[in-house]
């Protein structure tokens, strides 16, 4: 875990973090991006730091579907310890059509994955 000079987790490293829990999420779904056509960037991240994270903290992270548009979807993350909240934050992500690099529909199959678990 990437640490500040005051030991607590430095506020990007939380980022990373959500990345691997969204891919992780993406893959309990059946639906890895590696298996999907187009390009998924992401657009906007936000994070709420809600108390310290320090090194060698045992996080958990609990991914849940906020939002499922047509060519976005947005991922809201819970990051915990020992059951206190630690941080909570939120990814959005565009389906990019790989050759005209232009927003395109999420594959149904990924729609429909993720309209299933949202809130």
Do not use: Q, W
Not at 5 to 24: C, D, K, N, P, V
Not at 40 to 47: A, S
């Amino acid at each position: 875990m990437d640490t500040d000079a005051s030991g607590r987790i430095h506020y990007t490293a939380l980022l990373r973090h959500f990345e691997a829990a969204e891919f992780e999420f993406l893959r309990s779904i059946g639906c890895p991006y590696s298996s999907l056509d187009g390009s998924f960037p992401r657009v906007h991240v936000e994070c709420d730091y809600l108390s310290a994270l320090v090194c060698d903290d045992v996080i958990s992270t609990v991914v849940t579907v906020d939002r499922v548009g047509s060519t976005s979807f947005t991922l809201a993350f819970g990051v915990s310890v020992e059951a206190r909240a630690a941080a909570k934050g939120k990814i959005v992500v565009v389906c990019i059509d790989r050759e005209t690099k232009k927003p395109h529909r999420i594959p149904e199959r990924l729609a429909e994955a993720l309209r299933r678990r949202a809130n």
